[in-house]
């Protein structure tokens, strides 16, 4: 949607440039008397001079809204049963169907991340939202403590981080039990 605005506002921008430049060049024309004589190539150099001008204004435009930035999806709900929690997360397209991903506990910008677990996309619901079920939790005991407390409130949806990669000590946990 805001590609959709951005296009249609470079657009604009490009009009309206375009309408101002042929404005000047309609007034300079007016100003001069019409039995005044004017070189051909001038007026060639002029409007040249203007075209290039809406090209480089509309690759300026072009450029800047190119630019993307990395934000991970935040978590939407938390659903935790006896044996198992699943995070849904906001839709995205950095996760798809079967791909794993490491979830991470941060209380807040300043503390330190805590790998909670390894989980996996086992579903994508109607909505678009991927549905991330915790597969494997670290031997470590905060982890273990953090999986036994995590609740469905703000302040632990705002705190956990899903990351689409796979963390290294998770990683060689999952391959030496194999």
């Not at 993307?68 to 397209?93: A, G, M, Q, S, W």
């Not at 597969?135 to 005991?141: A, T």
Request: aromatic share 8%; charged share 20%; hydrophobic share 45%.
């Amino acid at each position: 949607m805001t590609k959709k605005i951005l296009h249609q506002l470079n657009n604009a921008v490009l009009g309206g440039v375009s309408a101002l430049i042929f404005f000047i060049l309609g007034f300079i024309w007016w100003v001069f008397d019409a039995s005044t004589l004017v070189p051909i190539w001038i007026l060639s150099l002029a409007i040249i001079i203007c075209y290039l001008v809406c090209i480089v204004i509309y690759g300026v435009c072009s450029i800047k809204g190119e630019t993307t930035l990395y934000r991970l999806p935040e978590v939407r709900n938390i659903i935790k049963t006896d044996d198992r929690c699943i995070f849904i997360v906001e839709k995205n397209d950095l996760f798809t169907q079967g791909s794993y991903a490491t979830i991470c506990f941060q209380d807040n910008d300043d503390s330190l991340e805590t790998v909670v677990g390894l989980g996996y996309v086992e579903a994508v619901n109607s909505a678009g939202c991927p549905q991330i079920a915790v597969d494997r939790v670290p031997r470590s005991e905060a982890a273990l403590k953090i999986l036994r407390e995590i609740e469905n409130t703000r302040s632990c949806r705002t705190s956990i981080k899903i990351k689409p990669c796979i963390h290294k000590t998770l990683f060689e946990e999952a391959s030496s039990n194999e």
